[in-house]
T-cell receptor, first 113, second 113 residues
Framework: KNQVEQSPQSLIILEGKNCTLQ??????????LRWYKQDTGRGPVSLTIMTFSENTKSNGRYTATLDADTKQSSLHITASQLSDSASYICVVSLQTGANNLFFGTGTRLTVIP | EAGVTQSPTHLIKTRGQQATLRCSPI?????VYWYQQALGLGLQFLLW???????NRGNFPPRFSGRQFPNYSSELNVNALELEDSALYLC????????????FGPGTRLTVL
């Protein structure tokens, strides 16, 4: 069964600290993996996208890693800011099929001063 | 360049009524997707339209329906509203085909009383 699981479900960190969010998937055949940031009550915004051959990709203070062998991805946030408070969603795409996106339930990050 | 727009921002209905939600894709995008995000849950795929035709639908009852207009904007209709239909409804658009990156709108918050 194609699934995407994220951990932790929620996380609270102090401003300026680093954190790492995890995504494990069983989606196959794998096409790509995206991390989205979703502010409360708003639509998700893409942070990074990685294909099978990419191990790491950065977008400012956000760095995503992918291990296609173990089917794991992580999103590392450096020097967190209050504006990083949001839900972070991992989305995995199949290579085939008309409905080929599988969404994780997200990690709710709260950055406190 | 304007992003995906959705209207209304909020919608309050009572059980049994009908709701109509609207979405305008990014210029040049011909695919429109609808998702339901209930409180605390991940995004659930509802419908995919491309070039004016319904390409796929998720595991939702027939009272969830929609259409795509010649200008590629789209409408989601929910008939015989039930309390559990209360959710954030997100629209996304992409270039033609399901393998292109989806860009999300801000969502419509539907509350069923």
């Amino acid at each position: 069964k194609n699934q995407v699981e994220q951990s932790p479900q929620s996380l609270i960190i102090l401003e300026g600290k680093n954190c790492t969010l995890q995504c494990n998937y069983t989606v196959s055949p794998f096409s790509n993996l995206r991390w989205y940031k979703q502010d409360t009550g708003r639509g998700p915004v893409s942070l990074t996208i990685m294909t099978f051959s990419e191990n790491t990709k950065s977008n400012g203070r956000y760095t995503a890693t992918l291990d296609a062998d173990t089917k794991q991805s992580s999103l590392h946030i450096t020097a967190s800011q209050l504006s990083d408070s949001a839900s972070y969603i991992c989305v995995v795409s199949l290579q085939t099929g008309a409905n080929n996106l599988f969404f994780g339930t997200g990690t709710r990050l709260t950055v406190i001063p | 360049e304007a992003g995906v727009t959705q209207s209304p921002t909020h919608l309050i209905k009572t059980r049994g009524q009908q709701a109509t939600l609207r979405c305008s894709p990014i210029s040049g995008h011909t695919s429109v997707y609808w998702y339901q995000q209930a409180l605390g849950l991940g995004l659930q795929f509802l419908l995919w339209y491309d070039e004016g035709e319904e390409r796929n639908r998720g595991n939702f009852p027939p009272r969830f329906s929609g259409r795509q207009f010649p200008n590629y904007s789209s409408e989601l209709n929910v008939n015989a509203l039930e309390l559990e239909d209360s959710a954030l409804y997100l629209c996304a658009s992409s270039l033609s085909g399901s393998y292109n990156e989806q860009f999300f709108g801000p969502g419509t918050r539907l509350t069923v009383l």
